[in-house]
């Protein structure tokens, strides 16, 4: 007889905390047909887990709090929900301007923002409590978000210089032990675009200030951008934006494979780590084999990033072997502006060039068209001349620009003709071309507007501001939805529920026959994720409009009377 197990009475289990923003995920999934049996083969928990989850879901699904929050509280007021929302898009506005953030910052703007939202809603007397935004609120805040590697601990600015000489000895010496040359490193940095924004003195922008709700000036979107050390090779952009199929793009039949970025969406317009990846395998992996191969280089190169939350940490360890040609080193954090290239004036530049190719345009239509400027600029400026228009700006970002930008970090692979150019003249007569551009549009305009213009995103957002920008992307979203719905309306209901039962039955065959059941899991929810959910959705609005349409027939006497063919 075997001998009986003993369990340690020391050893505790550790009960996991499930968000409720994963809550949702679930839910949503198990609503689209994805089977109890997968999602707790998918999240790793028990069915019984699952199960229970799902027996709350009308709670769930209503619920709205912070990211991270795993149990609904009557303690946490619905103006904190908001202030930790709004913090989430303040602190990623702070990430995609290259900005330190201490715990201290971050605890003095939660503190504003709650203030704010107060002063906006005074009537909310159950937030009327004084909000500290204390050691154990941070802490909180910081897991339950998932901050700890963006949240950067201030130094004193003389050892964030004497730790920035030092990774530069140390960065120049392993350069020397591996063996890498300036064509084949590169540095790869996020930059937020308010891409459809003009200076704030001009009649334009005045005219939108003035009006409320809607302000297409607050849109924005997130830009990746990279080139290596010897400049002659500019990687192919990722550009996000919080809608995947805008309406100009449906106009105009665009093929988004065809674009000279590599075209994602997501609700925020945030370089997430997934997309960081595809951009990494689809773009940059091909792009530099065949760069290496055609100036008979080593297959082998260097990426440098910094160490934000999209750029995962074990990135090396989660490659696949195709791809480990590529290798990765992080810099650190707290001298990232000191040391990164693409923060040596690369971006700034760049969102000059952009503002230039925007300006240039607003100029030909005026001169060669009987458009005005407005008319151009409410009804015939879309996010596609915007993709023209960065495409022209990274095209026109230099040689000189690109190397130069390496000269604090690795001032070896400058060369010498860059090291005497004048840069600032060179960025000076940018500004220039666009202020001369500006005036003969009859726009009020000089040098020191441009600059702010550029600045722009740095500058310290309200909370009004923040609430704009979460405004602009639900609308986008809304508008997305509501055209698939345009799109689903080809097929009927009766075929997309015909057509899903059959994908049912191919699930549970290959779930029965497939050898490998982890393969078959990981495509099977891929298909539904990205493919089944689209019919899935236009399904489930077409049951609430039926269910809304019945409601009001029943309170609606005209059409009680209709429907029994009186008068």
Known sequence: MAPKKVQSKNIKKVSRKITIELKKEIVEKHERGIRVTDLAFEYKMAKSTISTILKSKDAIKGADVAKGVTLFSKQRTQV??????????????????????????????????????????????????????????????????????????GEASSSDKAAAEAFKKEFAEFLKAEGFVAQQVFNCDETGLFWKKMPNRTYITQEEMALPGHKPMKDRLTLLLCANASADLKIKPLLVYHSQTPRAFKEQNVNKARLPVMWRANARAWVTRQLFMEWLYEVFAPTVKKYLSDNQLPERCLLLMDNVPAHPPALVDDMDTEYDFIKVKFLPSHMTPLLKPMDQQVTCNFKKLYTKALF???????????LTLEEFWKEHFNVLHCINFIDKAWEDVTYWTLNSAWRKLWPECVTECVTEFNFEGSDAQIVEEIVSLGKSMGLDVNGADIEELIKDHKEELTAEELAELQSEQQKALAEEHSTEEEEG??????????????????QDFFEKHHPNITVTNTVLNLMNDNVVSHFWRVMQRRKKQVASDRFFAKIDPAAKRQKRGNP
Request: net charge neutral; charged share 30%.
């Open 360 to 370: 240039s345009r607003c100029f030909n239509v005026t001169e060669e068209t009987s």
């Open 80 to 153: 904190l929900e908001e202030v930790e929302k709004l913090l989430l898009v303040w602190l990623n506005e702070k990430q995609l301007a290259g900005d330190s953030v201490t715990e201290a910052m971050i605890c003095e703007k939660a503190r504003k923002l709650h203030s704010d939202l107060l002063q906006k809603d005074p009537s909310t007397s159950a937030a009327r409590v004084e909000f500290k935004a204390s050691r154990g609120w941070f802490d909180n805040f910081r897991k339950r978000s998932g901050l700890h590697s963006a949240v950067r601990h």
């Open 489 to 506: 309306r080809e097929v009927s209901s009766d075929v997309i529920q015909s057509i899903m039962k059959k994908w049912n039955e191919c």
